[in-house]
C-alpha cells in the first residue's frame, strides 16, 4: 500500500520490531495482509484517535487492524507489558499526549458502559 502519514515509521524502524509482532501470531493461515500497513494503520489510529471505521482506506480493513490490535494488547499478568506497549518503547513512538495505554484502554472498550446502561 502507498500511504504517507505523520504517524508511519519507517520500514527500517518495523525490520526492528516485526520478530516482536510475529511473536504474538498465532499459527493457523498464512498471513494474506502486510504487517507494516496493519501496524501503521494502528499507529494512524492511536495518533489521530478516529473511530475504527473511518481508517482511511490506504490501510487495511479496520476489522483486520482491530483484530491485530487487541491480539498486540493483551497482557499476560497485571504487572506485564503487552506486545504493543514493547514496541511502542522499541521505536521510540511519539504518539498523542495522553498515555497511549489509556487510550488503548479507550478503543477496546469503546461504548461500553453506556450501551450496558440502555439494556
Known amino acids: 500500500m502507498s500511504h ?15 520478530p516482536l509482532l510475529e511473536s504474538a ?4 493461515k498464512p498471513r494474506t495482509v502486510d504487517l507494516y500497513d ?7 489510529l492511536l495518533k489521530s484517535g478516529c473511530q475504527w471505521r473511518m481508517l482511511p482506506a490506504d490501510f487495511p480493513d479496520w476489522r483486520t487492524c482491530y483484530k491485530y490490535f487487541r491480539h498486540w494488547s493483551e497482557r499476560a499478568g497485571p504487572e506485564e507489558e503487552s ?5 511502542l518503547k522499541k521505536i ?6 495522553e498515555q497511549w495505554t489509556d487510550r488503548a484502554d479507550q478503543l477496546l472498550h469503546r461504548g461500553l458502559p453506556e450501551r450496558e446502561e440502555h439494556r
Open 4 to 18: 504517507s502519514y505523520s504517524s508511519d515509521i519507517t520500514r527500517e524502524q518495523f525490520a526492528r520490531i516485526l
Open 25 to 28: 501470531r498465532r499459527r493457523t
Open 38 to 44: 496493519v501496524f501503521c494503520g494502528v499507529l494512524y
Open 83 to 87: 506486545i504493543l506497549e514493547r514496541v
Open 92 to 97: 521510540s513512538w511519539g504518539g498523542p499526549k
